[in-house]
Structure formats: structure tokens, C-alpha cells
């Protein structure tokens, strides 16, 4: 009798262990320490991904980052289907092909163990044909004049079907599925596609019963760039405006030039390429914040899986030290900041995220471990997070301060293909700093710096 009281008791134990393990739940960062890692699972494995991701999580916690994204793990659609795991048949069900719904949730304690929180992309906007909603509910959906379901108007998203957002039961349907992950996966947020495209007043009801789950806390990023996304309640939500401006100064801006007349003859207008001096990326950084409120953030990228549909960093940012130049200045110009997965190890070609993608995951360590050793400078100094911006501007080369409280940070990033040099400011002068990235230590003595082709700098000043 006392020996099975003692397996009772320990039975008990047990469970309680496992209970309690479940609950706990990693930090979630502020927006401006956020340093997000987008899973694509089809650049892990061909099937079973959660398996094989898991063999990853220790060296995506060694690369810094706090918050994993994976893009959309639900079940795909087959009808009219191109295989987008955007084409969603069943909000509550994994997609097969990348595991179960147990390998997921293991997967997620794996993140949580190690201190990384786990957000899922959200596919509010659209479903699959073969959606049980559009045999059950089909006045959940958007239809044309003679009452058929469309593709989302403007859009050539003709794999799915448009949903009705004037349709209440549909909206509360669409929440309580958001629930489900949160509530019996332990996910800590959601990357909500498409949110341009899905009216205010459902992100504002949606954010609300989202945030009033009890004793979680959620990381809410929209992927669009409606200020009215932060009034709903969304934490971050993208930086377009900031990419755009940078591939300008990367590539130049096509002007067009008109002719004057000559006679009675008038010759055509022609377009000239013209470079972007660096400096315009000042201007477009407090373009894109102006109006903001404060705490919130526009998330940093160089690339994401839609990029990288189109073309490598590698590629468009002329190389790898091209990217690594525009990854500096992307990220320590102002806080929160996005990382594709193949991003890292420099893959050097397009990714159709339609398809399996065979990523050499051991490539280019020597890549890996500079953004490893960039992360560990951004999370360190906070100053490079959230401190006050002192631009210096150039045409070439991108240099600011970034300060506050506890130190001072002067980054400088040469964003050309070709040598420059730059005057240091009066005030700069005769300063000690510390080179973070070698530990090197000196004083600006030099009235201007040379900088090679996208060499950059980052200094702690002393």
C-alpha cells in the first residue's frame, strides 16, 4: 500500500512538472529588441520540416535572435491550388507535409526552453476553395454581381477565395481559430499577411480578445504599413518605405528628362539613372516613423521570403559584403529588426516558397558568424535599440550616432562599390572608441576615414 501511495504521489509530481512546464512562457521583447528569425520549413525539409527544424534551434539561439516567425503551418488548400501555404483549407489543422500538430507543439517548447518566443503567420484575408467554410458558411465570402465567390479584387490571387468581412459570425470564427494556437499550442503572437487588405474595426476586435487571453502576453506584427494597424493594437508592422528607399541609393533612381524644343521639332523625353545619396535614408527613416506612437515599431528588413522570390540580398546588394553593409544600416538605424532563414548562410539564388528548397545549412559559417557577432553588438548596446539618433550626412557613406543613457555608438557603413572617404565631425575628433566588431581600441585622431568598398564601422565611444 505505501509503495503504490509513493507512485501515486510521484505520478502526481510528474504531472504537475509537465503542467507547470507548459505554462511558462518566454519574455516577450519589447518591439525595438525585437530580432525576428522567418522560418520558411520548406527550406528545411521536404517532409516532416518540425523534425528537422528541431535539429536547428540551438544554433538559431546561437545566432541571437528572441523571436522565431514561421510562415503559414496550416493546412493548404488543392483546389485551384499553386501550393502557397497562404492558400489556407483549415485554420486549426497543421499542414502534413511539415508534421504533426504534437511535432509542432514540441517544437514550440524547444523555442520556449531556450528563451525564444514563437509567433505563426495568420492568413486572415483569404481561404482555400476547398475550404470547409465555403460549403458550411458560404456567406462568409465576397461574390460578384451574380453571387459567385471571388479572388481578392486587384490581386491575382487566384488560388483562393475572398472572405466577407462584413459578415459577423465569420469575423468571431476567425478570432476563436486565433485562440486555438495560442491557447493549445502555446504560439506567442501572430505575423497577420496581407493586413492592408483586412478592414481596421476586425484587427481592432481581433487585438482586443487576443490580448484579453489570460496570463499571456502576444507579439502582434502586421505585415502591411497602415498607421491605423498601431491604433488596432499591433505592435510592429513593416518597413517597406525604409527598403525602397535603400535599394535607391543602392541601385540609383531613374529620372526622366525632358527636352527642349528645337524648332519646330521637339525630341522625346529619356530617363537617366541618377544616384541616391545615402543621407536621402535619414529622411526616409523619420518619414516612416512621423506619427508613430511611441513603443511601436516598423520591423527592418533586407529581404523576406517575398524578396527573396525575386532575387538573392547577395544579388542585389552586390555581394555578400554589399548585404552585410545594408544589413548595418538597416538595423541600427532604429530598433526591430527581420532575418530570413536563408539569409544567414548566403544562399545565392531565388527561393519560390511554393516549392521544397535544398538549403545548405553548413555553408558560409564565416557569414553566419558575422551576423551572429552584429546581433550580439545590437542586443548589448541599447543605445543602438532605442537611443536617439544624431545623423551625419553623407553622399556615400551612412553615418549616424545612436545614444542615450548608458553610451554612445557611431556606425559608419560605405553603401558603394568603390572606396570613400569621410570627413569626422569636429565634435567626433580625438575621441576614444572601441571597434565592436575586433575590440580594438583608439582614438579618432583622423580628420576623415577611408572605408572601402561597403566596409562599415561600428565604434563605442568613450
Given at each position: 500500500?505505501k509503495?503504490?501511495?509513493?507512485?501515486i504521489a510521484?505520478?502526481l509530481?510528474?504531472?504537475?512538472c509537465t503542467k507547470?512546464?507548459s505554462?511558462?512562457?518566454?519574455?516577450?521583447p519589447?518591439p525595438?529588441?525585437?530580432?525576428?528569425y522567418?522560418?520558411?520549413?520548406?527550406?528545411?525539409?521536404e517532409k516532416?520540416?518540425?523534425?528537422?527544424i528541431?535539429n536547428h534551434?540551438?544554433?538559431?539561439?546561437?545566432?541571437?535572435?528572441?523571436?522565431?516567425?514561421f510562415?503559414?503551418?496550416?493546412?493548404?488548400?488543392?483546389?485551384?491550388?499553386?501550393?502557397?501555404?497562404?492558400?489556407?483549407?483549415?485554420?486549426?489543422?497543421v499542414n502534413p507535409?511539415?508534421?504533426?500538430?504534437?511535432?509542432?507543439?514540441?517544437l514550440?517548447?524547444d523555442?520556449?526552453?531556450r528563451?525564444?518566443c514563437?509567433?505563426?503567420?495568420?492568413?486572415?484575408?483569404h481561404?482555400?476553395?476547398?475550404?470547409?467554410?465555403?460549403?458550411?458558411?458560404?456567406?462568409?465570402?465576397?461574390t460578384?454581381?451574380t453571387g459567385?465567390?471571388?479572388?481578392p479584387e486587384g490581386?491575382g490571387w487566384?488560388?483562393?477565395a475572398d472572405?466577407?468581412?462584413?459578415?459577423?459570425?465569420?469575423r468571431q470564427?476567425m478570432?476563436?481559430a486565433?485562440?486555438?494556437?495560442?491557447?493549445e499550442t502555446?504560439?506567442?503572437?501572430f505575423?497577420?499577411?496581407?493586413a492592408d487588405y483586412v478592414?481596421?474595426?476586425?484587427?481592432?476586435?481581433?487585438?482586443?480578445?487576443?490580448?484579453a487571453?489570460p496570463?499571456?502576453?502576444l507579439?502582434?506584427?502586421?505585415?502591411g504599413?497602415?498607421?491605423?494597424?498601431?491604433?488596432?493594437?499591433?505592435?510592429?508592422?513593416?518597413?517597406?518605405?525604409?527598403l525602397?528607399?535603400?535599394?535607391?541609393?543602392?541601385?540609383?533612381?531613374q529620372?526622366?528628362?525632358?527636352?527642349?524644343?528645337e524648332?519646330?521639332?521637339r525630341?522625346?523625353?529619356r530617363?537617366v539613372?541618377?544616384?541616391?545619396?545615402?543621407?536621402s535614408?535619414?529622411?526616409?527613416?523619420s518619414?516612416?516613423y512621423a506619427?508613430?506612437?511611441e513603443?511601436?515599431v516598423?520591423?527592418r528588413?533586407?529581404?523576406n521570403?517575398?524578396?527573396n522570390?525575386?532575387?538573392?540580398?547577395?544579388?542585389e546588394?552586390?555581394?555578400?559584403?554589399?548585404?552585410?553593409a545594408?544589413f548595418?544600416?538597416?538595423?541600427?538605424?532604429?530598433g526591430?529588426?527581420?532575418?530570413?532563414?536563408?539569409?544567414?548562410?548566403?544562399?545565392?539564388?531565388?527561393?519560390?516558397?511554393?516549392?521544397?528548397?535544398?538549403?545548405?545549412?553548413?555553408?558560409?559559417?564565416?557569414?553566419r558568424?558575422?551576423?551572429?557577432?552584429?546581433?550580439?553588438?545590437y542586443?548589448?548596446?541599447?543605445?543602438l535599440?532605442?537611443?536617439?539618433?544624431v545623423?551625419y550626412?553623407?553622399d556615400n557613406?551612412?553615418?549616424f550616432?545612436r545614444?542615450?543613457?548608458?553610451?554612445?555608438?557611431l556606425?559608419l557603413?560605405?553603401?558603394?562599390?568603390?572606396?570613400?572617404?569621410i570627413?569626422i565631425p569636429e565634435?567626433?575628433?580625438?575621441?576614444?572608441?572601441?571597434?565592436?566588431?575586433?575590440g580594438?581600441?583608439?582614438?579618432?585622431?583622423d580628420?576623415?576615414l577611408?572605408?572601402m568598398?561597403?566596409?562599415?564601422?561600428?565604434?563605442?565611444?568613450s
Amino acid at each position: 500500500m505505501k509503495k503504490f501511495i509513493i507512485l501515486i504521489a510521484m505520478a502526481l509530481a510528474m504531472a504537475s512538472c509537465t503542467k507547470n512546464k507548459s505554462e511558462v512562457f518566454p519574455e516577450i521583447p519589447a518591439p525595438a529588441d525585437v530580432v525576428m528569425y522567418q522560418i520558411n520549413p520548406r527550406n528545411f525539409a521536404e517532409k516532416n520540416a518540425f523534425i528537422a527544424i528541431k535539429n536547428h534551434v540551438a544554433e538559431i539561439k546561437e545566432l541571437g535572435v528572441n523571436v522565431v516567425w514561421f510562415m503559414p503551418i496550416c493546412e493548404i488548400g488543392v483546389e485551384k491550388a499553386v501550393k502557397s501555404p497562404y492558400c489556407v483549407k483549415d485554420y486549426t489543422a497543421v499542414n502534413p507535409e511539415f508534421g504533426t500538430m504534437d511535432d509542432f507543439k514540441s517544437l514550440v517548447e524547444d523555442f520556449h526552453d531556450r528563451g525564444i518566443c514563437v509567433i505563426i503567420d495568420w492568413v486572415a484575408n483569404h481561404t482555400s476553395w476547398d475550404n470547409k467554410w465555403i460549403e458550411d458558411h458560404p456567406d462568409w465570402y465576397t461574390t460578384d454581381e451574380t453571387g459567385e465567390i471571388i479572388f481578392p479584387e486587384g490581386t491575382g490571387w487566384r488560388d483562393v477565395a475572398d472572405l466577407n468581412f462584413d459578415n459577423a459570425d465569420m469575423r468571431q470564427a476567425m478570432i476563436d481559430a486565433m485562440k486555438f494556437w495560442v491557447e493549445e499550442t502555446g504560439v506567442d503572437g501572430f505575423r497577420c499577411d496581407a493586413a492592408d487588405y483586412v478592414p481596421f474595426d476586425f484587427w481592432e476586435d481581433c487585438v482586443s480578445q487576443l490580448r484579453a487571453i489570460p496570463d499571456r502576453t502576444l507579439l502582434l506584427l502586421a505585415e502591411g504599413q497602415r498607421k491605423d494597424h498601431f491604433t488596432a493594437g499591433f505592435d510592429m508592422n513593416y518597413a517597406w518605405q525604409w527598403l525602397s528607399a535603400l535599394r535607391r541609393v543602392y541601385n540609383g533612381a531613374q529620372v526622366r528628362l525632358d527636352n527642349p524644343d528645337e524648332g519646330e521639332r521637339r525630341r522625346p523625353a529619356r530617363t537617366v539613372t541618377r544616384q541616391v545619396p545615402a543621407s536621402s535614408l535619414f529622411s526616409a527613416d523619420s518619414s516612416e516613423y512621423a506619427g508613430i506612437p511611441e513603443g511601436r515599431v516598423k520591423l527592418r528588413f533586407i529581404t523576406n521570403h517575398d524578396e527573396n522570390a525575386k532575387m538573392s540580398p547577395i544579388r542585389e546588394f552586390f555581394g555578400e559584403d554589399g548585404s552585410m553593409a545594408a544589413f548595418v544600416a538597416t538595423a541600427f538605424i532604429h530598433g526591430g529588426v527581420l532575418i530570413y532563414d536563408c539569409q544567414v548562410v548566403g544562399y545565392p539564388g531565388k527561393i519560390q516558397f511554393f516549392n521544397y528548397a535544398k538549403v545548405d545549412w553548413n555553408s558560409h559559417r564565416e557569414l553566419r558568424e558575422e551576423y551572429t557577432k552584429l546581433i550580439g553588438i545590437y542586443k548589448s548596446n541599447s543605445c543602438l535599440r532605442s537611443g536617439d539618433l544624431v545623423p551625419y550626412p553623407d553622399d556615400n557613406v551612412l553615418m549616424f550616432e545612436r545614444k542615450d543613457k548608458a553610451g554612445v555608438v557611431l556606425v559608419l557603413a560605405n553603401l558603394r562599390d568603390s572606396q570613400q572617404y569621410i570627413s569626422i565631425p569636429e565634435n567626433l575628433r580625438n575621441q576614444e572608441y572601441v571597434n565592436l566588431m575586433t575590440g580594438n581600441r583608439a582614438p579618432l585622431t583622423d580628420s576623415e576615414l577611408l572605408l572601402m568598398p561597403f566596409e562599415y564601422l561600428v565604434l563605442k565611444l568613450s
